[in-house]
């Protein structure tokens, strides 16, 4: 009996599809997508706004085919189609709802942290945009804690960064990226970390360099140190930093 009902159901679904009833078609589609079933409702969803894209249908077609992807987790065709709604539809009601729904298909879209983060930067702004146009959303501590949570990832990719290049002894990109990064992110938690390192970075860069830049590199060093001294006076790394300068004196 079950499996009878299953192939029933198949079989109704492909007649709607096939078949040139419109009402039949917003109704299935409709009640496939209250029952979560989202695959099969964009199938029909798409035939409704195609057949009549300026109806109230159509409209209500084109906005659950975004959502029907978004609940899919097919991040990048919801933000195709949510982004779309706003162009196709700019007076109405859901734009909003949408704009948002849009940035957070960039931010589920964002990658993990080892990987390139060009599609982080590109939700951040997507967010900013949003809080931006609609300054007195209610959602706007949840924006602000989005932002702070990407822009926290983008700073510990830039701070692993340093160390990688450290860890491979790629000397003068550990003190460049350190520096560019201590500059970006003066109040890190990482910053004491990133410093130590550049100056770590900057010893052994000196003593693996040619005579005629030795002088040059050793008073860099002694700056840095003395710089990494006053910004943190505390640090445990003083001392065997301080170790590696005085070699470089003697």
């Known amino acids: 009996m079950g499996l009878f009902l299953v192939l029933s159901s198949c079989s109704n679904y492909n007649e709607i599809i096939k078949g040139d009833d419109y009402v039949k078609k917003f109704e299935l589609a409709n009640q496939l997508f209250d ?3 989202f695959l099969k ?5 798409e035939q409704i706004y195609q057949h009549a894209p300026k109806s109230g249908e159509g409209e209500l077609a084109y906005y659950r085919l975004g959502r029907s992807y978004y609940n899919s987790e097919d991040y990048y065709m919801a933000g195709y189609y949510f982004s779309s709604y706003l162009q196709r539809f700019p007076y109405s009601a859901k734009n909003e709802e949408l704009m948002f729904l849009a940035a957070m298909c960039k931010v589920k879209n ?10 982080t930067e590109d939700a951040i702004n997507a967010v900013q945009i949003f809080v931006d146009s609609y300054p007195t959303t209610v959602l706007m ?3 602000n804690q989005i932002i702070d949570r990407l822009r926290q990832k983008i700073e510990t990719k830039e701070f692993n960064n340093v160390m990688l290049y450290a860890q491979t002894e790629r000397y003068r990109a550990a003190v460049a990226s350190a520096e560019i990064f201590l500059e970006k992110y003066p109040s890190s938690t990482h910053a004491e970390e990133a410093f130590s390192t550049m100056v770590r970075n900057s010893y052994y860069l000196t ?8 002088s040059t590199r050793i008073d860099e060093t002694i700056e840095r140190m003395r710089k990494f001294e006053a910004d943190f006076p505390g640090s445990d790394d003083i001392k065997s930093l301080n170790q590696l300068v005085n070699r470089l004196l003697n």
Do not use: F, R
């Not at 409702?41 to 969803?45: A, D, H, K, T, W």
């Not at 964002?110 to 599609?119: C, F, G, K």
């Open 141 to 143: 501590d949840s924006c």
């Open 41 to 45: 409702s964009i199938v029909l969803y």
């Open 35 to 37: 029952d979560d079933e």
């Open 110 to 119: 964002s990658p993990e942290i080892s990987l390139d983060q060009t599609e």
């Open 207 to 214: 003593v693996n360099s040619i005579e005629s830049k030795k």
